[in-house]
Structure formats: structure tokens, C-alpha cells
């Protein structure tokens, strides 16, 4: 049987006219180009694009310059160290100090007048070293840098954070450790205070002025309750004698005493410390509010030029 071949003729799609000329597209495009030009849009481009690597370079001011321009007097130290001193009295504009720190310690005088004293290098002059504020008794504070690289004010006097509470040790202790792995088997009531060891009928102090909340006696001992501020309070319990001067709305002071611990070669007592209404580790506490200890701050000092 003879085969037919035919022409292969591929199938080719009608031409639609309206598709000749896509006018609502070209319309839209129009409508567009219209509004940015009617905007300004393509004129700020353009002069954006011509001000590239032109702008502006903002100058600091030199480190005297900047000391006079907040109402200081500048001062040139040794090793391009430099000093900003103001006279704080009534009529001095205290919100015209540099920064809320030199604001607050301002606001602290006593004296009918006081002097305060920036100290920093004359490359970063806004950095301070440390701050001095005298009103007839000096205190220095140092700016400290924590091992993650952010600065706190340090107290020269205390070691402590500053501005902030400051809490001492409560007596010649030793505490016992509580680490994250400590085993609380039978021993259930550490979950929620420290425990501290010392010398028989040696006196418990607080760890923080405040106002006694409340006092008695349960299973452990006497017991003392006090409201130190800023959202802060302790129970010291366990004591063996309780001293006469504690009184319910009384107020207690660092040098005071609690009591004394139980008359035994070795006592020990319990602290539990609450912060906004939460338990808090003695250590932890006591870290948080002491960011450096007293060799770090020895070290500090010592590094001074001056």
C-alpha cells in the first residue's frame, strides 16, 4: 500500500488586532512616570545621587571646648589626661551637665556648695575615667567595664554599684555554697535561704538598713523581718538571742545589730533575701549590686596616670 506524505504545517495561533497595541499598559506606564515627575520624586533622586561622597563631615569639638560649652572649666593633665570642674551651688543650672549621671551626683550636695570633677582623655573626652563630687567629704566614682564590654559606676568608697543598694556582709561568715546542682534532699527549706556559718555569739548585722517589718521566735529561732527600700526585704532567722533595740516600725542601721547567733563553737543562721516579692541567692545579690571586688578595684585605681 503506497503511504501519502504531506507537508507538516505547524499550527500557528489567530492574530488577535486588539492585541496589537497594548494601550491600557502603555497608559498605566504614562500615568505613572506623570506622578513621579508631578512628585518630585526623580528630582530628589537625582540630587541624592550627586551628593554621594560630599556629605558632610561632622566635627567634634575640642575636649575644652566641649568642658566650656556645658559651663565647665577645663583643665590639662599629665598623660593627655584632661578635667571638667563645675561650683555646684543654688544657682547653678544643673540640667546643663553632660549626662544624668553628673546630674544625679550633682543634686546630692549637702554643703552650701560642692565641686564636681570630670576626669577623662582628651581623645574621648565624652568617656569619663571617674567622676569626683566634693562637698566637704570627696567621693569618687569609677566607671567600670563588665566583662561584656557595658560600663557601670562604681563607689571607690563601698564597691558598689552606684547609684543602687549596697548590702554588706551580715558578719565574719561562711557561707554555705548553693550551686545549681546542689542536692536539697532533705534538706527542703534551702530552696528558699542561704545559710551562714560562724563563731558562737558572734552579732548578726543586716544587710541593709530598713525599717523592721517584724520579730519572734519559730523552730529555727529568733527571727527578725526588715524592709529595706527599693522593693528589697530579709528574714535573718535562727539567731539564739535577739537584740533589745529590735522593735516592730523601729528602724535598724548597718552598724546595728540583729542579735547574736547561738552560744556554739560553730553557729549558723539563715537569710532570705526577697527582691520585688521573689527569693534571691545571697550571692547572686550580693554580685549583682558588687560588679567588681576589691583587687579589681585596687587594679582600677592603680592604672590611673594620676
Known amino acids: 500500500m503506497a503511504a501519502d506524505f504531506q507537508e507538516y504545517k505547524g499550527k500557528q495561533k489567530p492574530i488577535n488586532p486588539t492585541h496589537k497595541f497594548p494601550l491600557l499598559r502603555l497608559l498605566l506606564i504614562a500615568i505613572a512616570a506623570f506622578f513621579f515627575y508631578w512628585s518630585g520624586l526623580v528630582t530628589k533622586i537625582a540630587d541624592g545621587l550627586s551628593e554621594l561622597g560630599n556629605e558632610d563631615v561632622k566635627v567634634e569639638k575640642p575636649w575644652d571646648q566641649q568642658c566650656s560649652s556645658y559651663g565647665g572649666t577645663p583643665f590639662a593633665l599629665e598623660k593627655e589626661f584632661a578635667q571638667c570642674s563645675w561650683i555646684i551651688n ?94 536539697f534532699e532533705g534538706q527542703e527549706s534551702l530552696l528558699a535561704m542561704d545559710v551562714f556559718r560562724g563563731l558562737g555569739e558572734a552579732p548578726v548585722h543586716p544587710v541593709l538598713s530598713g525599717k523592721v517589718l517584724a520579730t519572734g521566735k519559730d523552730s529555727l529561732g529568733y527571727f527578725v523581718d526588715v524592709d529595706h527600700g527599693y522593693n528589697v526585704t530579709s528574714r535573718t532567722s535562727g539567731l539564739g538571742v535577739l537584740s533589745e533595740s529590735m522593735t516592730v516600725g523601729g528602724l535598724v542601721a548597718l552598724d546595728q545589730k540583729l542579735g547574736n547567733l547561738p552560744p556554739q563553737d560553730s553557729a549558723k543562721f539563715f537569710l532570705t533575701i526577697r527582691q520585688n516579692g521573689l527569693f534571691v541567692r545571697w550571692s547572686d545579690f550580693y554580685a549583682a549590686t558588687h560588679p567588681v571586688d576589691s583587687v579589681g578595684l585596687r587594679n582600677f585605681e592603680n592604672n590611673l596616670p594620676f
Open 90 to 183: 543654688d544657682s547653678t543650672d544643673v540640667g546643663r551637665l553632660p549626662n544624668s549621671f553628673l546630674r544625679y551626683v550633682a543634686q546630692l550636695r549637702r554643703a552650701e556648695q560642692s565641686k564636681l570633677h570630670w576626669f577623662a582623655k582628651q581623645n574621648s573626652f565624652a568617656d569619663p575615667v571617674f567622676v569626683m563630687h566634693d562637698d566637704g567629704e570627696k567621693s569618687v566614682y569609677f566607671r567600670y567595664m563588665n566583662a561584656d564590654s557595658s560600663f557601670v559606676w562604681v563607689n571607690k568608697a563601698t564597691g558598689c554599684r552606684y547609684p543602687g543598694v549596697c548590702p554588706q556582709k551580715p558578719l565574719e561568715w561562711s557561707a554555705l555554697p548553693i550551686a545549681e546542682d546542689f542536692d
